[in-house]
Nanobody
Framework: QVQLVESGGGLVQAGGSLRLSCAASGRTFASYVMGWFRQAPGKEREVLTAVTWSGGSTYYADSVKGRFTISRDNAKNTVYLQMNSLKPEDTAVYYC????????????WGQGTQVTVSS
């Protein structure tokens, strides 16, 4: 059974940092793109960042470019999201997800972790 389990969320003041982790299990994730998404109350889910298996290619949404960094440790089947200079508008539930590099849709999702940024 494939599982993605996020951790590291919490409450932080504006300007602070958090590091999210997503531990994947249940299959090999070679040739899988790993991504981070978030969904704030009343808003649609948005893609924040993604990284290929090799780590050679990354994508960042404009809203987080320069503040968030994605990385992955394939030996540990774990992907990370380092979030710096957090803003109140970053408050949301953060999800990690996985898709095959040749596909567009993400097929595996974690349960989400809450990030709350106070002003």
């Amino acid at each position: 059974q494939v599982q993605l389990v996020e951790s590291g969320g919490g409450l932080v003041q504006a300007g602070g940092s958090l590091r999210l982790s997503c531990a994947a299990s249940g299959r090999t994730f070679a040739s899988y793109v790993m991504g981070w998404f978030r969904q704030a109350p009343g808003k649609e889910r948005e893609v924040l960042t993604a990284v290929t298996w090799s780590g050679g290619s990354t994508y960042y949404a404009d809203s987080v470019k320069g503040r968030f960094t994605i990385s992955r440790d394939n030996a540990k089947n774990t992907v990370y999201l380092q979030m710096n200079s957090l803003k109140p508008e970053d408050t949301a539930v953060y999800y990690c997800a996985a898709r095959k590099e040749a596909r567009y849709n993400y097929e595996y999702w974690g349960q989400g972790t809450q990030v709350t940024v106070s002003s």
